[in-house]
């Protein structure tokens, strides 16, 4: 496995460079856009990327050496996934209140809370102690709904409401932070196993390089952003003078009532639509069956030996590559519709699945196997967020997308949560030792999930068959992938 890892962080590497000069090439030149021209715009982004890739970076460090920091201080496979629960609990429970949050502290205050509630979850991992180590996986929750939140409201509510720039300049810095995201999770999963394994400084170093980034990330926000915020700080005290001072509870009041009719409109869009229940019904199933492979590759792929930051940079590599393969196949050359690249990542990961039902069998593992189909998942997932993404562009009223996000949230991170406590019952019922049975049990239902959301990617294409909306009328659905 050692040997496999490398040549496949090589092999898919190279992959990607080679997939990304293609995509150039297929790509008919343009003239430079207005938004890279303009300098206040480009400082405005380069503001912004510095402390929202700082927060990446330090979330993806966390990825490769988690379960293995668990086992490393002697937890069971059991007590691990009760861990994982918390996480995915507190990840529900503070999902709406990361949409309410910013209304009431301020976006600003909000992303600074981000960096101290995940500086203190990664502290937490210092110690043995099971309770520290559940409140620590509560703040990662906390943290989560955060950076899935507040850094884009702080965002897009100064591009739009400060700088009044052009709403259709947005994707352009979405697009070049996912763009560095791929890049980041690859070389998170280098780092990690630079420290954790060839400096041998154990599975919780990459935990404490990040408690620095984080304070980075601080520090830019603070300052950086704090500067960026003055002018519109000196308006509104020339308003206050003018106008009189507003009223604090009035202003609370006014945050929840926002909220709360956002989900009520959310609700009803969720329910009136088919189409957005369909597609709600597919990220439910797809994403939930992912939060389940983040707790289950270490454990299948960890007892042969391989290097889990090089396998993790590999997972990484492989959905860079598949959302390379999503522009081209959307490009001018082939013009496939992301509606049929939706329905080749389900299909693809479904099969993935159903290979590890097979490559997980007690007593004769296959882990080669397993690595291959791991990578063949994450490739799937690469195709998969660019497409759902621009659907849910098309499908759900820009108004309401926030709330109906939120309520798509809900069923999927139960979803998982249901699952890893099946896992933890199979594994409890025989006697608490490794869930051998349990972990190709799993894989099996998760097959079987996925395979209902390949049935509501079909129905919903039946259903709009005729549908302009969910068709890409450009030439290529770049500007989507945010």
């Known amino acids: 496995m050692l040997l496999t890892a490398y040549f496949a962080i090589i092999f898919l590497l190279a992959l990607c460079v080679g997939l990304e000069l293609t995509a150039r090439r297929l790509t008919p030149p343009q003239s430079?856009?207005?938004?890279?021209?303009?300098?206040?715009?480009?400082?405005?982004?380069?503001?912004?990327?510095?402390?929202?890739?700082?927060?990446?970076?330090?979330?993806?460090?966390?990825?490769?050496?988690?379960?293995?920091?668990?086992?490393?201080?002697?937890?069971?496979?059991?007590?691990?996934?009760?861990?994982?629960?918390?996480?995915?609990?507190?990840?529900?429970?503070?999902?709406?209140?990361?949409?309410?949050?910013?209304?009431?502290?301020?976006?600003?205050?909000?992303c600074l809370l981000f960096c101290l509630s995940y500086s203190a979850c990664c502290l937490t991992k210092l110690s043995r102690d099971y309770f520290i180590l559940i409140v620590g996986r509560v703040l990662g929750g906390l943290s989560t709904s955060?950076?899935?939140?507040?850094?884009?409201?702080?965002?897009?509510?100064?591009?739009?409401?400060?700088?009044d720039f052009p709403k259709e300049w947005?994707?352009?810095?979405?697009?070049?932070?996912?763009?560095?995201?791929?890049?980041l999770a690859v070389g998170a999963g280098l780092v990690a196993n630079l420290l954790a394994e060839w400096l041998h400084l154990g599975p919780v170093a990459p935990f404490l390089l990040a408690v620095p980034c984080l304070a980075c990330c601080g520090w830019v926000v603070l300052t950086d952003w704090g500067k960026e915020e003055a002018t519109e700080s000196s308006e509104g005290d020339k308003q206050t003078l003018l106008l009189g001072t507003p009223n604090g509870g009035a202003t609370r009041l006014s945050a929840r009532a926002r909220f709360s009719r956002s989900?009520?409109?959310?609700?009803?869009?969720?329910?009136?639509?088919r189409r957005v229940m369909l597609l709600g019904g597919v990220q439910a199933l797809f994403e939930s069956v992912l939060y389940i492979f983040v707790f289950l590759w270490t454990p299948v792929l960890d007892p042969h030996g391989p290097p889990l930051g090089i396998v993790f940079s590999c997972l990484m590599a492989a959905s860079m590559a598949g959302s390379l393969l999503y522009r081209l196949a959307t490009s001018t050359r082939y013009r496939l519709q992301p509606g049929h690249v939706l329905c080749v990542a389900v299909l693809m990961a479904f099969f993935s699945l159903f290979m590890l039902t097979f490559s997980?069998?007690?007593g004769q593992p296959r882990p080669h196997e397993s690595f291959l189909a791991f990578l063949l998942l994450e490739l799937?997932?690469?195709?998969?967020?660019?497409?759902?993404?621009?659907?849910?562009?098309?499908?759900?009223?820009?108004?309401?997308?926030?709330?109906?996000?939120?309520?798509?949230?809900?069923?999927?991170?139960?979803?998982?949560?249901?699952?890893?406590?099946?896992?933890?019952?199979?594994?409890?019922?025989?006697?608490?030792?490794?869930?051998?049975?349990?972990?190709?049990?799993?894989?099996g239902g998760c097959a079987v999930m996925m395979l209902a959301a390949l049935m509501a990617v079909v129905s919903l294409f039946t259903l709009g068959r005729n549908d302009t909306d969910l068709r890409l009328e450009g030439t290529r659905g770049e500007g989507d992938m945010y």
Request: contains cysteine; proline residues 5%.
């Open 32 to 110: 430079t856009p207005t938004a890279v021209a303009n300098p206040v715009f480009r400082r405005f982004q380069s503001i912004f990327l510095r402390a929202y890739l700082l927060a990446l970076w330090a979330d993806w460090l966390q990825g490769p050496y988690l379960y293995k920091l668990y086992r490393h201080y002697s937890f069971l496979e059991s007590q691990i996934a009760i861990l994982y629960v918390c996480g995915l609990a507190s990840c529900v429970l503070f999902a709406p209140f990361s949409g309410w949050l910013p209304q009431v502290l301020g976006r600003r205050q909000t």
């Open 360 to 362: 997980t069998a007690p």
């Open 380 to 443: 799937a997932c690469g195709l998969y967020f660019p497409a759902v993404s621009f659907l849910q562009g098309r499908v759900i009223p820009e108004e309401k997308r926030a709330g109906v996000l939120a309520w798509f949230r809900l069923p999927l991170h139960l979803l998982a949560c249901l699952g890893l406590l099946a896992l933890h019952g199979e594994v409890s019922g025989t006697g608490g030792g490794e869930g051998g049975s349990g972990t190709r049990h799993m894989f």
């Open 263 to 273: 989900c009520q409109d959310g609700l009803r869009c969720l329910l009136s639509d």
């Open 146 to 163: 955060l950076l899935a939140t507040t850094f884009e409201a702080w965002y897009v509510h100064r591009h739009v409401e400060v700088h």
């Open 170 to 183: 947005i994707p352009s810095t979405f697009t070049k932070a996912a763009t560095w995201n791929h890049g």
